[in-house]
């Protein structure tokens, strides 16, 4: 049975001579091509065009097998346009990746590597990390490798999933091993800042401690001010301040205080401490109590 031979639009707007190659399909389909295009997209391309033929008059054939046809055509599509539509990144993603690396097109490549990483699912994660790795696509592999981590249950069901474990135990090592530092990594991050937060927190109520001693705040302040009319209005920072408020009203009236104190006492007592450490008076100017 003789090869079909099928019709392509280049998508170009430049005058094109008659084909000179063919492309063979894994179905015998050939795909009519001009090899100085070819050849310029594509240096594995160009080193097959330059081999010399047996006979001058045979035809130039090129084989691409184990794809499917109508990838093959949209592959050779992007050569002349350097296009690619949606719809052929939905069906042919995978394949045209890995066209484009084995022929060497670094513009389909990038245009793959984009397209899978907003297609990426936990269906086929696996297939695409497996052919991240095959292609040198660092930047999808570890989007692949983040989606595993995030998503291990849901992947762990999957088809995918289940043939690599029988099939490429290594892999699933290198994956089990990711997940394990990815946890170590978040869980350092939520410590790194819940740290961050509570030296926040100390921060304002330092700063909230001295601003109730110099200035006041609603109904505590320094007694050199209690002459003033004026009636305090809230600070910007209120919150912190109704708080180490009630604290410190608590402090000069509480009984256990000579004996050691309350825990509320004793919260009193560590922030006072705390203000007498970072304090930046080297002077006894200072109004917070029993700063040295």
Same mark, same amino acid.
């Given at each position: 049975?003789?090869?079909?031979?099928?019709?392509?639009?280049?998508?170009?707007?430049?005058?094109?001579?008659?084909?000179?190659?063919?492309?063979?399909?894994?179905?015998?389909?050939?795909?009519?091509?001009?090899?100085?295009?070819?050849?310029?997209?594509?240096?594995?391309?160009?080193?097959?065009?330059?081999?010399?033929?047996?006979?001058?008059?045979?035809?130039?054939?090129?084989?691409?097998?184990?794809?499917?046809?109508?990838?093959?055509?949209?592959?050779?599509?992007?050569?002349?346009?350097?296009?690619?539509?949606?719809?052929?990144?939905?069906?042919?993603?995978?394949?045209? @990746?890995? $066209?484009?690396?084995?022929?060497?097109? &670094?513009? #389909?490549?990038? =245009? %793959?590597? /984009?397209? +899978?990483?907003?297609?990426?699912?936990?269906?086929?994660?696996?297939?695409? @990390?497996? $052919?991240?790795?095959?292609?040198?696509? &660092?930047? #999808?592999?570890? =989007? %692949?490798? /983040?989606? +595993?981590?995030?998503?291990?249950?849901?992947?762990?069901?999957?088809?995918?999933?289940?043939?690599?474990?029988?099939?490429?135990?290594?892999?699933?090592?290198?994956?089990?091993?990711?997940?394990?530092?990815?946890?170590?990594?978040?869980?350092?991050?939520?410590?790194?800042?819940?740290?961050?937060?509570?030296?926040?927190?100390?921060?304002?109520?330092?700063?909230?401690?001295?601003?109730?001693?110099?200035?006041?705040?609603?109904?505590?302040?320094?007694?050199?001010?209690?002459?003033?009319?004026?009636?305090?209005?809230?600070?910007?920072?209120?919150?912190?301040?109704?708080?180490?408020?009630?604290?410190?009203?608590?402090?000069?009236?509480?009984?256990?205080?000579?004996?050691?104190?309350?825990?509320?006492?004793?919260?009193?007592?560590?922030?006072?401490?705390?203000?007498?450490?970072?304090?930046?008076?080297?002077?006894?100017?200072?109004?917070?109590?029993?700063?040295?």
């Amino acid at each position: 049975m003789a090869p079909q031979t099928i019709s392509i639009h280049y998508h170009t707007t430049r005058f094109l001579p008659q084909p000179d190659v063919f492309i063979r399909t894994s179905h015998g389909t050939r795909i009519p091509a001009h090899a100085g295009i070819l050849a310029s997209m594509s240096p594995v391309f160009d080193n097959f065009i330059d081999r010399p033929r047996k006979h001058r008059s045979s035809e130039r054939i090129i084989q691409i097998h184990g794809v499917p046809c109508d990838a093959v055509t949209a592959f050779v599509g992007f050569l002349y346009s350097s296009r690619c539509t949606e719809e052929e990144m939905d069906k042919y993603g995978m394949h045209l @990746l890995a $066209l484009s690396h084995v022929y060497m097109v &670094p513009q #389909l490549k990038q =245009r %793959c590597i /984009k397209g +899978l990483t907003h297609r990426l699912t936990t269906e086929n994660v696996v297939d695409v @990390l497996q $052919l991240a790795r095959l292609c040198d696509a &660092p930047d #999808l592999h570890l =989007r %692949c490798m /983040k989606l +595993l981590a995030n998503n291990f249950k849901a992947v762990e069901a999957t088809e995918g999933w289940k043939f690599l474990v029988k099939h490429d135990p290594w892999l699933e090592l290198d994956i089990l091993r990711f997940i394990d530092e990815h946890e170590t990594r978040k869980k350092k991050s939520r410590k790194y800042r819940m740290e961050q937060g509570l030296y926040a927190e100390l921060s304002e109520a330092m700063e909230c401690l001295e601003h109730i001693c110099y200035d006041g705040c609603t109904h505590v302040g320094p007694y050199d001010a209690a002459e003033e009319k004026r009636e305090r209005t809230p600070c910007g920072r209120f919150a912190t301040c109704q708080a180490l408020q009630v604290l410190i009203r608590h402090f000069a009236t509480c009984e256990k205080k000579v004996r050691g104190g309350c825990v509320r006492c004793k919260r009193m007592w560590q922030l006072f401490r705390l203000h007498s450490y970072v304090c930046h008076h080297t002077d006894s100017s200072c109004k917070v109590p029993f700063c040295r």
